[in-house]
C-alpha cells in the first residue's frame, strides 16, 4: 500500500523509498524557527510532537523502527544546526575582512 505524502516520496520499482527527513529544508527550517521562538516546556513539547508526526509519516510508508531511528535523529542534527546558524549568519556578517 502506497501512501501519499506530496513530494516527498517517489516510487521506484513499486518500492516507496521516503524523502530524507534531514533533507527537507522547510522542514528543518519551520522546525528551527519554532524552537527559536519558544522556550522551555513548550518547546519540549512542540519537539516531541514535530518528532512523532515525522515517525508517523515514516512507519506509514513502511519504514523499519531503525530506520525510522536514523532518519529523526539526522533530522534532530539538522535543526540542531540550523538553530545554530540563525546566530551564526550575523556575526559573520558583521566581521570585517579587511586584511592588510
Excluded at 522556550?39 to 523499519?64: D, N
Aim: hydrophobic residues 40%; aromatic residues 6%; charged residues 30%.
Amino acid at each position: 500500500m502506497a501512501v501519499e505524502f506530496g513530494e516527498r516520496t517517489m516510487v521506484r520499482g513499486g518500492e516507496v523509498v521516503a524523502f530524507p527527513l534531514a533533507a527537507r529544508a522547510s522542514d528543518v527550517d519551520r522546525c528551527a524557527r519554532e524552537l527559536d521562538r519558544i522556550h522551555g516546556a513548550a518547546a519540549v513539547r512542540y519537539w516531541k510532537s514535530e518528532c512523532r508526526k515525522l515517525a508517523e509519516q515514516l512507519s506509514a510508508l513502511g519504514l523499519r523502527e531503525d530506520e525510522i531511528r536514523n532518519e529523526i535523529l539526522a533530522f534532530q542534527a539538522e535543526v540542531q544546526t540550523a538553530i545554530a546558524g540563525r546566530y551564526q549568519e550575523p556575526a559573520a556578517r558583521n566581521r570585517s575582512d579587511s586584511r592588510p
